[in-house]
């Protein structure tokens, strides 16, 4: 079966023409982890038509209770990992991915393959790094999360609007918390719909 033949009997239960403008979009995704690796699968899903992975990490025993692998994906570099499940599930989706750690000096040259990033790390400090970069490129949108340990309150997520930047999460749990796939995978998945609401919207972010 041809891949536009598959595409349209996966997505026959989305609207045609959020389909049709997903389909159209990239985005880079900044991070395969927990975050990435989830957002990366629903994104994909939806038919978005390109995504860019960027991590530099291997999978471990420690990332399988909340990050898109399997246990004989120990060992496998995360992108590399995701891209091929992506592929085998969803080929209808084009996968570039990049072993890269994401330094100040490389942001110039991976803010030219898309106009929509998702920051996906798992450190403070990354986060800054990123945030800091695109609040200084107002022609580049980025999607970032802030708090997202532990078992967490749904009440106390929000989600925030800020010129270029949208930002999810309840912006005060910490990693000393815990880290657990229910929680994680609630910022992961309103960074994947605002993804996609920006895309309706026409690249711009709403409701």
């Not at 399988?64 to 990992?81: D, H």
């Not at 030219?112 to 450190?123: G, P």
Request: glycine share 8%; with cysteine; net charge negative.
């Amino acid at each position: 079966m041809e891949s536009d033949d598959i595409r349209t009997k996966v997505l026959q239960r989305q609207r045609t023409e959020d389909s049709d403008l997903f389909a159209k979009q990239s985005i880079s995704i900044l991070g395969c982890g927990g975050l990435g690796s989830n957002i990366a699968l629903m994104l994909a899903r939806a038919g978005v038509g390109t995504l860019y992975l960027y991590d530099f990490d291997r999978i471990e025993y420690s990332n399988l209770n909340r990050q898109n692998y399997t246990i004989r994906e120990v060992g496998q570099y995360k992108v590399e990992a995701t891209k091929a499940r992506l592929e085998e599930t969803l080929p209808y989706v084009k996968v570039n991915s990049f072993v890269q750690r994401i330094t100040p000096e490389s942001l110039d040259e991976i803010a030219e393959r898309s106009d929509l990033f998702i920051e996906a790390f798992d450190n403070r400090e990354s986060k800054s790094m990123v945030l800091d970069y695109f609040m200084n490129h107002t022609n580049k949108f980025i999607i970032t999360a802030s708090g997202l340990s532990g078992l967490g309150n749904v009440k106390n997520v929000s989600v925030k609007h800020a010129g270029n930047v949208c930002l999810v999460g309840d912006f005060k749990s910490s990693p000393e918390e815990g880290l657990y796939l229910p929680y994680v995978s609630v910022i992961a998945s309103l960074e994947a719909l605002e993804a996609l609401k920006w895309i309706k919207n026409g690249g711009n972010y709403g409701e």
